[in-house]
C-alpha cells in the first residue's frame, strides 16, 4: 500500500521558518514528480511547489517563490519543503503529492494520484 506521509507542521509566529517533510512508502517514485499542494480554509487547493525526480526540475507558485525551497532525497524515498518568511496568508493544510503520470501540467492537482493526509500550518500575526 502507497503511503505519503506529512510531517513538521505546526503553529508559528510571522516571518518564522518551518520545514515539511513527507515520507513515502510501499514504492519508489522514480521518474516522478513530488511536490506540495495546500488548502486554507474556505478556499480551493493551490499549487506550491514541486520537483522531478533528478531534482533538476523545480517549479513554485509565484506566491511562495524566493521564500520556499523544495527537495528530495531519493535514497529515503522523501520530499522536503523548507518554509522562511512565513506569512498569515500561508495559513492552510499542506498536501504531499506525488505523480505517476506527465498527462497534465505539474501545478495541476489532477497530475498527482497520490495524495498524503495533510499537515496545518499555522501563522499567526
Known amino acids: 500500500q502507497v503511503q505519503l506521509v506529512e510531517s513538521g507542521g505546526g503553529l508559528v509566529q510571522v516571518g518564522a521558518s518551518l520545514r515539511l517533510s513527507c515520507a513515502a512508502s510501499?514504492?519508489?517514485?522514480?521518474?516522478?514528480?513530488m511536490g506540495w499542494f495546500r488548502q486554507a480554509a474556505g478556499k480551493e487547493r493551490e499549487f506550491v511547489a514541486v520537483v522531478s525526480w533528478t531534482g533538476t526540475s523545480l517549479y513554485y507558485a509565484n506566491s511562495v517563490k524566493g521564500r520556499f525551497t523544495i527537495s528530495r532525497d531519493n535514497a529515503k524515498n522523501t520530499v522536503y519543503l523548507q518554509m522562511n518568511s512565513l506569512k498569515p496568508e500561508d495559513t492552510a493544510v499542506y498536501y504531499c503529492?506525488?505523480?505517476?503520470?506527465?498527462?497534465?501540467?505539474?501545478?495541476?492537482?489532477?497530475?498527482?494520484?497520490?495524495w498524503g493526509q495533510g499537515t496545518q500550518v499555522t501563522v499567526s500575526s
Open positions: 510501499g514504492r519508489t517514485f522514480s521518474s516522478s514528480y
Open positions: 503529492v506525488a505523480s505517476t503520470t506527465s498527462r497534465y501540467s505539474v501545478s495541476s492537482p489532477e497530475r498527482y494520484d497520490y
